[in-house]
């Protein structure tokens, strides 16, 4: 009952008939939040998990902070291993086994057409380099040439962490959830000033229409635009902000970098269509159709797939 109430298991994400190390199974993928480490830790020691395997492959900053006590509450041995290597080597191999039959890459076709806009699957072909833009409570962005050779060339302290903790503080919410079920129902106009609140239209000497946002939360210098909105227009201003921010950079870092294939991955796009179509978005109209936004089925669990892949190999090792 504890081990229940503190994960999540994401059945929809299970891989089925998966072979490895001669064994066919099924992959499953929980999660929980960092805030329920202890109560899951004391499952783990109720359930006497850590009698199956003494040692586990951790990665990601958890992996120190709280390695002390998987050894002290649950008896269990953590073997910290690189957060980004454990994000590549697990995204190329999730895309290389699939998707229970079906391609792990996604992307949104006509992204600039609301009423258009379709969630198309498709290979990652010539995979390398990529741009890698790695969205969790904060934002990375690495260029990768390939399995092995990589490097951090930006990222932004704006991330998932962000937007809940604003939607925390503007709306009341308590969960991610929360706030995107909140998101999907207000309308970001109301609380952001746009080219054409300015303008009068578009902009039309730099070709920027006036639906474009020119100035986040820029209605709330009147105090009658603050007394009008609605909780659900708050977050949908945040999630909005917050994106249109990982895009830009995103779109800057590729162009820098003289790289066409972007790809998002990370627990902020869980259950966040939303943001994964202002991303689509704002590639394809930036770039003028130059750059595509991917995206993966199992967008915040490469670092994990990547760390068992790690246990694995250190299992058959003589």
């Not at 990589?150 to 959830?177: A, D, M, P, Q, V």
């Not at 920027?208 to 909105?229: C, N, P, T, W, Y």
Request: with cysteine; hydrophobic share 40%; charged share 20%.
């Amino acid at each position: 009952m504890l081990y229940r109430k503190c994960v999540v298991r994401d059945v929809q994400l299970e891989l089925r008939d998966l072979s490895l190390c001669g064994r066919v199974g099924t992959l499953h993928f929980i999660r929980f939040q960092t805030a329920n480490v202890m109560p899951f830790l004391a499952a783990v020691q109720e359930k006497t998990v850590d009698k199956l395997h003494r040692t586990i492959c951790a990665t990601g900053g958890g992996a120190y902070k709280f390695e002390n006590d998987f050894r002290m509450i649950a008896g269990v041995e953590l073997t910290k291993l690189d957060e980004l290597n454990c994000l590549i080597h697990g995204l190329l191999y999730l895309d290389a086994v699939g998707f229970n039959g079906n391609p792990e890459c996604y992307y949104f076709e006509n992204p600039t057409d609301t009423q258009r806009c379709m969630k198309r699957m498709c290979c990652l072909e010539n995979l390398f380099p990529m741009l890698l833009v790695n969205i969790g409570s904060g934002v990375s962005i690495l260029a990768v040439y390939s399995e092995n050779k990589y490097k951090r060339i930006s990222g932004t302290s704006l991330g998932g962490g962000t937007f809940l903790g604003l939607c925390c503080l503007l709306t009341g919410c308590e969960t991610f959830e929360e706030a995107l079920e909140m998101a999907s129902r207000g309308d970001s106009n109301n609380v952001d000033k746009l080219v054409k609140d300015i303008y009068g239209g578009d902009y039309q000497r730099f070709s920027l229409q006036g639906s474009i946002v020119a100035s986040s939360f820029g209605h709330m210098l009147s105090k009658e635009k603050r007394d009008s909105i609605s909780r659900e227009d708050l977050a949908r201003a945040t999630l909005v902000t917050i994106t249109n921010n990982i895009g830009s950079i995103a779109r800057m870092c590729a162009v820098n970098e003289k790289i066409d294939r972007v790809v998002f991955v990370g627990n902020f796009l869980r259950i966040n269509t939303l943001s994964m179509k202002l991303l689509a978005y704002a590639l394809d109209f930036w770039s003028k159709g130059q750059l595509k936004a991917l995206f993966l089925e199992h967008e915040g669990y490469f670092g994990a797939v990547g760390a068992f892949l790690e246990l694995l190999k250190s299992s058959e090792a003589p």
